[in-house]
């Protein structure tokens, strides 16, 4: 594009600079990540024209980051029977009704961008992560059936599963700061419960047992970290900032800043005196720092 040409979507050249990455903390964060959005959209838009007409459509035509994504589930989860001007409506009320959603919207973005090293920035977040989307979708649909709208919660969490191969009841209640990494195959059962501050990978299922009614399944608590294809089973608990192996199979309950692996999962160190960790795992995203404790525990 030569200087100073503004294409017809009024994306040119006068885009602003990328913001600073972490945010400062005297700035708000929903204020600071939507200004972080848009600058990366624009500078995304005269990189690659092709996606010029895309993003200014889903982001830069918007003057707030609920409204943009509004816009991007309503597009992305529409059907020839549930349009998405309805969708976008809903989402939006949803979003404008419920400061907590928004609030919960920027604490996953902040999350997404601070752990996984393949997120380049937030907007790409916004626009192609679809455990993000995923999660900000069921966070509509758990609102939709708080206020005793369960057949549009049930009918939303159908479209999120055929279009983004994640299922989430919409009962479940799922805390802020949450990372769904690659996402494909995750299953969240009607009582369980997710904390804040949690990491979970892709093929993670969080079910009950048999035909039991009632409050029949996981609790994860704040700051754990569940390896790919674990498999959690039951109304037990997973306590604060404990790891769970990729493909475990857990049974029981796993105490805090413990690891399990294994299956049946199994405390590396032993049930009795467990070893126990420091950090934060769902903030470190270590997964193989057990391996030689574990070793030595199994020989």
């Not at 092709?50 to 889903?58: H, K, N, P």
């Not at 059936?145 to 191969?165: C, E, G, H, K, Y």
Request: include cysteine; glycine fraction near 8%.
């Amino acid at each position: 594009m030569p200087a100073g040409q503004v294409n017809h979507n009024g994306v040119g050249p006068t885009a602003a600079m990328v913001p600073t990455y972490p945010p400062p903390e005297s700035e708000a964060e929903e204020s600071w990540v939507w200004a972080q959005i848009k600058a990366e959209a624009h500078r995304d838009a005269e990189s690659e024209p092709a996606l010029a007409s895309f993003l200014y459509a889903t982001v830069l035509s918007h003057p707030s980051l609920a409204r943009s994504l509004a816009f991007h589930l309503a597009n992305k989860l529409c059907s020839s029977t549930l349009l998405s001007t309805l969708l976008y409506d809903l989402f939006l009320h949803s979003f404008s009704s419920s400061p907590s959603l928004i609030s919960a919207v920027v604490a996953d973005l902040l999350a997404v961008r601070h752990r996984d090293p393949a997120c380049a920035s937030f907007s790409h977040c916004l626009l192609n992560y679809k455990g993000f989307l995923a999660v900000q979708a069921h966070r509509v649909s758990h609102h939709l059936w708080t206020q005793n709208r369960r057949p549009l919660a049930l009918a939303l969490q159908s479209r999120i599963a055929d279009v983004f191969a994640v299922d989430i009841h919409p009962a479940a209640r799922i805390g802020k700061g949450i990372l769904l990494d690659h996402a494909t195959g995750v299953v969240v059962g009607e009582t369980a419960v997710i904390g804040n501050n949690v990491s979970i990978l892709h093929h993670v299922t969080l079910g009950g047992t048999g035909k039991a009614v009632g409050d029949r399944h996981p609790k994860i608590g704040d700051g754990v970290l569940i390896g790919a294809g674990a498999t959690i089973l039951g109304n037990i608990r997973i306590g604060e900032g404990a790891k769970i192996g990729a493909g475990s199979v857990v049974l029981i309950d796993v105490p805090p800043r413990t690891t399990a692996v294994g299956n049946p999962a199994r405390l590396v160190g032993g049930k009795d005196k467990p070893a126990r960790h420091d950090d934060l795992p769902s903030e470190s995203m270590d997964h193989t720092s057990f391996i030689q404790e574990w070793s030595d525990y199994i020989i």
